[in-house]
């Protein structure tokens, strides 16, 4: 590590941490946050060397929070599974940063929708909806073409509509149910 | 406001950090902010060393050990999730009994399924949608459960999803699908209401990576026909005539053809699907559905096509739509039967032949009188023909005058629209 890699690393931080911030925040727990935040920090400290220039530098912090979140969510995918057990029987595990801003029932319903599209669809959906990236960018980040990024990303559209009507069938249908509402799916 | 747009302005409203809160700037210094990095670094080394040192060190007989022990902590985790549960708990109790068995080949409105000893396969279109695991079982004595586990080659799911269904017997050997109470893979199909009826044994499809556009444009021939994609539409070909023509759109492994306004045999707007198999320089197109009539009469069953990149699709129903004077301006042109002539304030100035091929869309025309071009001068120009005009364009003629005179790129309007 040189004077000028350190530099550049601080450059990158005083640039880019309000926005590495918010992708890991908008993606996982408030209690994960600081702690992914810093995996993705020091991923760019031991790869400075290999740090882009101009736009193509929050592109790559991007893809670094990417393959960050993908990992933490692959080692938290045995524990994400029995949250749901544990929610299915009515007991509450740790709010997610979602749930936590989501007031209206409608928000909601949209969430839950999304949750149930594959990882690669909901995180396509959030680049495009919540970081607003472009096609490019969002090629980018998954390290797809752009034209790939905008198949997806139609693909992912097309899934949560599907998805959203399907859960708003589902809920009607339960509420005409008098076992559902005596307050169980089962 | 379409549902589509309503749903995606309802989740970037969900964002728990807006925009404008993104932009709140960290008080951290980055020199203290990377010395605590450091620091980290440093930790997570040292700890990443213990962990190597004890992988190194550890005995055959700690692993067997540690395996039995996870064993026993599963069980007894199970068992402790068990009895929290209701009495209404997705809990499989024991094989799948009389009435029947799910083990099978089921045909379903959505979707094709396949049940056999342990592993299933879920089609639609011809395509596999998912695949892997099941264990089925019975939950009391009128509902019965399967448990579905999708595997490495699941296309639409990932590996691992479980998605619960509950499933019963009704009318004789019929399947009837009465909701997914767990369902990890949003893409698996409406299994809610799906009725499975016993089938002939098929062939369950190899896993296809979904498909791009990209990856179909190009022409693709077999013994009588042609398909033709590329970045404005499509073009069918049956025995070297057009059939129809229009927009396409691909989805997953579906291509969806819309016919434009000017398809030869079928309606603007009429849908064709095809489930579609590429593999190398193959085409495999299965149809699913077709409104249009002649387009289905000769493209409904199963056609496999091969790379063609040299195929040139005639503009015979081209000819015919080009026929007739276009104007601009002072100009005139006029084509039919092979026979152009372009006319300037009235007078003639060119005459020759011309020939046109609807892929590429070219038009080539060859001068053989008039005073602005020698004989023989020819040029070739790219052509669109919409609903009452006629684009040419093209950036070379062995004419210099006709070149001035139609530029490179010029737009004629139908004189019967005038």
Redesign the interface.
């Given at each position: 590590m040189t004077v000028s890699d350190?530099a550049r690393?601080?450059s990158l931080?005083?640039l880019h941490?309000?926005?590495v911030?918010?992708y890991v925040?908008?993606r996982t727990e408030i209690d994960s946050v600081d702690d992914l935040t810093?995996e993705v920090?020091?991923t760019v400290?031991?790869k400075i060397g290999e740090a882009p220039d101009g736009d193509d530098a929050i592109r790559w912090l991007y893809r670094i929070s990417y393959l960050v979140l993908t990992n933490h969510w692959r080692r938290s995918?045995r524990n994400h599974?029995l949250n749901r057990?544990l929610e299915s029987?009515g007991?509450e595990t740790s709010v997610s940063?979602?749930e936590?801003?989501?007031m209206r029932q409608?928000?909601r319903?949209?969430?839950d929708?999304?949750s149930?599209?594959?990882?690669g669809?909901q995180e396509i959906?959030r680049l495009s909806?919540?970081e607003?990236l472009s096609h490019e960018d969002i090629g980018a980040v998954l390290g797809i073409e752009a034209?790939?990024a905008k198949?997806?990303l139609?693909?992912a559209?097309?899934?949560?509509?599907?998805?959203?009507?399907?859960l708003q069938?589902?809920t009607k249908?339960l509420q005409q149910s008098p076992a559902a509402q005596e307050g169980?799916?089962? | 406001m379409s549902k589509e747009t309503q749903i995606l302005a309802l989740f970037e409203e969900a964002n728990p950090v807006p925009d404008d809160q993104v932009m709140v700037r960290s008080d951290a210094e980055p020199a203290a902010y990377l010395a605590t990095l450091q620091q980290r670094s440093s930790d997570v080394i040292q700890i990443d060393e213990r962990a190597e040192e004890q992988k190194t060190t550890r005995k055959p007989w700690l692993i067997a050990a540690t395996a039995a022990a996870l064993v026993v902590v599963a069980g007894a985790m199970a068992f402790l999730l068990n009895q929290g549960e209701t009495e209404e708990a997705p809990v499989v109790t024991q094989p799948s009994a009389e009435p029947g068995t799910i083990e099978g080949y089921w045909s379903g409105e959505e979707a094709d399924f396949y049940f056999g000893e342990s592993e299933y396969a879920i089609v639609i279109d011809g395509v596999l949608s998912d695949s892997g695991t099941y264990v089925a079982g019975v939950r009391d004595a009128d509902n019965r459960i399967v448990t579905i586990t999708s595997g490495d080659e699941s296309v639409d799911c990932s590996p691992g999803d479980v998605a619960v269904i509950n499933y019963d017997f009704v009318g004789g050997d019929a399947v009837q699908l009465s909701g997914t109470p767990v369902d990890e893979c949003g893409l698996r199909p409406l299994l809610d209401v799906e009725t499975l009826n016993p089938t002939e044994p098929f062939e369950i499809p190899e896993p296809i990576d979904a498909l791009t556009p990209s990856a179909l444009i190009g022409g693709w021939s077999d013994s009588n026909s042609d398909l033709v994609l590329d970045d404005t539409g499509y073009v069918l070909v049956l025995s070297g005539s057009v059939l129809d023509r229009g927009t396409f759109e691909v989805s997953g492994n579906s291509l969806a053809l819309t016919s434009g306004p000017d398809s030869p045999q079928c309606e603007p707007g009429e849908l064709k699907t095809w489930a579609v198999e590429l593999t190398d320089d193959i085409l495999a197109l299965t149809n699913t559905s077709d409104d249009c009539g002649a387009r289905n009469a000769a493209y409904g069953g199963a056609r496999v096509l091969q790379s063609n990149p040299g195929v040139t699709i005639p503009g015979a129903d081209l000819d015919i739509r080009l026929n007739g004077t276009w104007l601009a301006g002072s100009l005139a042109i006029s084509f039919e039967d092979g026979e152009y002539s372009i006319a300037d304030d009235g007078e003639n100035v060119d005459e020759g032949t011309y020939t046109m091929t609807a892929f590429p869309d070219q038009l080539a025309i060859t001068t053989t009188r008039g005073d602005l071009c020698d004989v023989g001068n020819s040029r070739t120009l790219a052509y669109q023909i919409d609903d009452r005009s006629l684009t040419l364009r093209g950036d070379s003629d062995e004419c210099l005058g006709r070149l001035n005179l139609l530029t490179n790129e010029i737009v004629l309007v139908s004189s019967a629209s005038r």
């Open positions: 350190e690393f601080a931080y005083e941490q309000h926005r911030t918010a925040r908008r810093a920090f020091l400290w031991r995918g599974r057990k029987l007991i940063a979602d936590q801003v989501v409608e928000l319903d949209v969430l929708a999304v149930r599209l594959r990882p669809d959906l909806l919540w607003h034209n790939a198949q997806r139609h693909r559209r097309k899934a949560l509509v599907r998805e959203h009507e399907r069938k589902r249908r169980g799916e089962w | -």
